[in-house]
């Protein structure tokens, strides 16, 4: 009899370790085009080999080829693996890269990133959280009338269904991926998950309209309301990534903007649990300054720094890599306090 209990308790150990792990911290990264990132990793190639900046990237290297870490996971909607250089656009990155790291350097269990971002959607309309609403009947008739003059027989069913439909598919893309990690990873098999927090890097489609930046500071409420009671984490830390576009030089349009984010993260009922992080203070000095020389006339010394425009962050790796660590150093800091 002794032999068979000592066979059962044999038996039961492994469960009961199991039981025992840390969850699997699962971070939320959604937004428009700098959440999918546009800094081409082929700029990253040539900075790797420099002797200026090859310290920078040496972390994320082995050999002369990019690493992968085991212990970081990305899911960016058709893509998965670990994370390594290239899951931002195409053959870019985005914030993935340095918040990767800092959260993988931080905690001992696996991390999974899970990346809900399309290009050219804004907050008032495509991630219009339900809360909101929709918008005043006199904003809808005049999306109506501007749409027949292209589309004659469109009806206002046609002006309403893009409202929210982001922000649906961006609660699918974690439900989905989380119900069935296990198929996406095989290593996290038998591994529970934990929602750890939400990182939100958007805002150039709202910035560009007077409507909609005058409703961001009480969408950017309702979003954060929102994402917590729909994934069932009422408690959820929230990283929210201020626009940085044109560094200290940012135009009257962008500083508007910004004080709609700073508004909206200002609630008391926000206070210790999201943050805005800042972004400008990763504004690519150096390829700011050859892009508006031209980057046409000086198109050798723009591919060591940038790769697209500003409003994409000048394409610049330097730029994605910090802002990803500043939000991840963000995300560590509202986890370690709650």
């Not at 959260?103 to 809360?131: C, M, N």
């Not at 135009?251 to 009922?269: H, L, M, P, S, T």
Request: net charge positive; with cysteine.
């Amino acid at each position: 009899m002794p032999r068979f209990f000592a066979v059962l308790a044999l038996l039961a150990a492994p469960a009961a370790a199991r039981a025992q792990e840390p969850p699997v911290l699962v971070f939320l990264l959604a937004g428009q085009s700098n959440m999918e990132g546009h800094a081409k990793v082929s700029v990253m190639d040539f900075q790797a080999a420099q002797p200026a900046t090859r310290d920078l990237w040496a972390p994320f290297r082995h050999g002369s080829a990019w690493a992968e870490r085991d212990d970081v996971l990305v899911k960016f909607l058709m893509r998965k693996g670990k994370l390594t250089a290239g899951y931002g656009a195409p053959k870019c990155i985005g914030p993935e890269l340095g918040f990767g790291q800092v959260l993988g350097d931080r905690y001992p269990q696996p991390v999974l990133l899970i990346k809900a971002a399309w290009g050219g959607k804004s907050l008032y309309r495509d991630f219009r959280p339900p809360s909101a609403g929709m918008p005043p009947r006199e904003a809808l008739d005049k999306m109506l009338a501007d749409l027949k003059k292209r589309k004659a027989d469109a009806t206002e069913a046609d002006v309403t269904a893009p409202f929210g439909a982001s922000y649906r598919a961006m609660l699918d893309e974690y439900r989905s991926t989380v119900k069935d990690v296990a198929a996406h990873f095989p290593q996290l098999a038998g591994k529970k998950t934990e929602l750890a927090g939400f990182i939100w890097f958007q805002g150039w489609n709202d910035m560009i309209s007077a409507e909609a930046t005058a409703e961001y500071a009480t969408n950017l409420g309702h979003l954060i309301r929102d994402v917590r009671k729909d994934l069932g984490a009422p408690k959820l830390p929230v990283v929210v990534g201020e626009m940085g576009v044109d560094g200290d030089k940012a135009n009257d349009g962008v500083k508007r903007f910004k004080a709609a984010q700073q508004a909206g993260i200002a609630k008391d009922e926000f206070r210790g649990n999201a943050v805005l992080v800042k972004t400008d203070a990763h504004w690519d000095a150096e390829a700011d300054a050859i892009y508006r020389r031209g980057w046409r006339e000086n198109l050798e010394a723009w591919n060591r720094v940038g790769s697209d425009y500003p409003y994409h962050y000048l394409g610049s790796p330097r730029t994605m890599l910090g802002i990803g660590r500043a939000l991840g150093e963000a995300a560590v800091a509202l986890r370690e306090r709650k």
